[in-house]
């Protein structure tokens, strides 16, 4: 659930005529090059994004690699598709990926406890797996992952070590039992880093290079030391009291598996055509890791082995964000990948509403009909009463309250969200203006489900306040029962 949240070629009429060719195979004709550069730059001026470079991929199609805006807002220093970004937790599905390259080693295994491969794990740790730290299900669960050496207030300016790290983590509370619950923290991952090291004998950085990136010519992809100069990285940015500031993240990290990966949307355009030609991982592997995390009680959460998971319209997403504005989004069974990389983020633990720079599936429906609810058609309301009953449930959510007819995992992730997420729905439902049935998705028979629940409708709205359109999809079991709730803009 989620509620808050070139250059003109000109040498004669023969390369002209090539140019015009490449253009037409590159863009469909509901993307027109001129069309898409507009877009772009809209949406990056409403948004305050200094700079977005931009690889779309489509099978059996020339990629699309552009750059927009300024890497360097002080020199004006422009994008490009080789312009070099700080990923942050889009690094998480390559430590996955390295660890699925180490289980089809034969290596290791996802179901060994992790003080096989970690010395010195606390008590608390004993059933912990591999497992449970690719799918977030650890247990380990502090208000910030390394909370007793990591203030969220202040920014990350520090000397961090292994040891330090690993220390920090093993202070991390442990909130439920492992297999109980999905709860998204950077320890995880950086103890599959630690694994990683110890198996393969390497360090973390340097295994992904050696499997990963020299094989696939990837020569801007690596994780920097932080006095290192990188040519054409892009500067940070992030927005305090209404103004444009440098994002503050020089950590010096030792071992930075949950987030310390930097790349280019050209490199990543090559590591994604050979992902999805079997050359990172076999076929199998990679299914394995789009699959839902299983919960103890059987309920799934839509986080696999290093990727989340959700679906627009009952279409399938897979990707990862980070919190520096990155954005790594496949629509697999669409075969349309769309890597949107921007210099706009957030500090740790920061919940800033002004910044919203994520980009990947708003792009994404420009490339894949239908994938858009603001451009469906609208239809007469089969169900008005429905209307009244899904603004009721977002009510109960605001008073932490579980909405009538909730599944038994809705509830329980509602119960799990935040403060702020209550606070930001309360707000929005105080000042709405209107609240409107746009269509619905027959779904029954697609095997699509929420927490293991199937689903057989999703339900679209649009709710228009004072400041903003949002669109909410409701996804219904065949019973009538609310098995999810979607909050997005378009």
């Known amino acids: 659930m989620d509620l808050v949240g070139g250059e003109r070629v000109n040498r004669g009429l023969v390369l002209r005529l090539v140019l015009l060719v490449l253009l037409s195979a590159a863009f469909p004709t509901t993307v027109a090059a001129d069309a898409l550069d507009d877009y772009v730059r809209a949406e990056l001026a409403r948004r305050r994004i200094p700079g977005l470079a931009l690889a779309v991929l489509r099978q059996g199609q020339p990629p699309i690699l552009r750059g927009f805006g300024h890497a360097s807002v002080e020199l004006a220093a422009p994008v490009t598709p080789d312009t070099v970004f700080d990923l942050a937790s889009v690094t998480k599905p390559f430590t996955a990926m390295a660890i699925m390259a180490l289980v089809t080693d034969g290596k290791l295994s996802l179901d060994h406890p992790i003080a096989r491969y970690i010395d010195q794990t606390p008590p608390g740790w004993s059933a912990l797996t591999v497992r449970h730290l690719l799918t977030h299900t650890s247990g380990i669960a502090p208000p910030v992952s390394f909370a007793s050496i ?223 609810v603001s451009t469906a058609a609208r239809q007469a309301d089969p169900a008005p009463e429905r209307a009244r009953r899904y603004l009721d449930a977002l009510a109960a959510f605001t008073r932490n309250e579980t909405p009538a007819q909730a599944t038994a995992p809705l509830a329980t992730n509602l119960r799990n969200i935040g403060d702020e997420a209550r606070k930001t729905t309360e707000r929005r439902l105080s000042t709405r203006r209107s609240f409107t049935y746009i269509a619905s998705d027959d779904l029954r028979g697609r095997g699509l489900a929420r927490y293991g629940i199937p689903i057989a409708r999703l339900d679209h709205y649009e709710l228009v306040t004072e400041s903003e359109t949002r669109y909410y999809t409701f996804a219904v079991t065949d019973d009538e029962r609310l098995a999810d709730i979607r909050s997005y803009t378009e």
Do not use: C
């Open 150 to 372: 990591i203030n969220p207030a202040q920014p990350v300016l520090a000397d961090l070590t292994t040891q330090q790290l690993f220390e920090a983590a093993a202070r991390d509370p442990i909130r439920f039992a492992p297999g109980e619950r999905h709860n998204y923290r950077d320890t995880n991952y950086f103890l599959l880093g630690m694994i990683i090291e110890r198996v393969s004998g390497e360090r973390h950085r340097d295994f992904l290079a050696r499997r990963f990136f020299r094989p696939l010519g990837m020569s801007s992809t690596f994780m920097p030391d932080s006095w290192q100069v990188v040519p054409q990285r892009a500067n940070g940015y992030t927005i305090r009291d209404g103004v444009l500031v440098r994002l503050r993240r020089d950590a010096q990290v030792e071992l930075g598996a949950h987030a310390g990966l930097f790349s280019s949307v050209a490199d990543l355009a090559k590591f994604d055509a050979a992902l999805d030609a079997g050359r990172v991982l076999p076929r199998a592997a990679l299914e394995q890791m789009w699959t839902p995390a299983v919960l103890n009680d059987g309920s799934h959460w839509p986080y696999g082995l290093g990727w989340r998971l959700g679906d627009r319209r009952g279409r399938r997403i897979v990707g990862h964000s980070g919190i520096t504005g990155a954005d790594y989004l496949k629509l697999p069974d669409d075969g349309v990948t769309v890597i949107a990389l921007t210099n706009l983020g957030h500090l740790i633990g920061d919940v800033n509403p002004e910044v919203d720079s994520w980009l990947g599936e708003r792009l994404a429906g420009r490339w894949v009909p239908g994938l858009f």
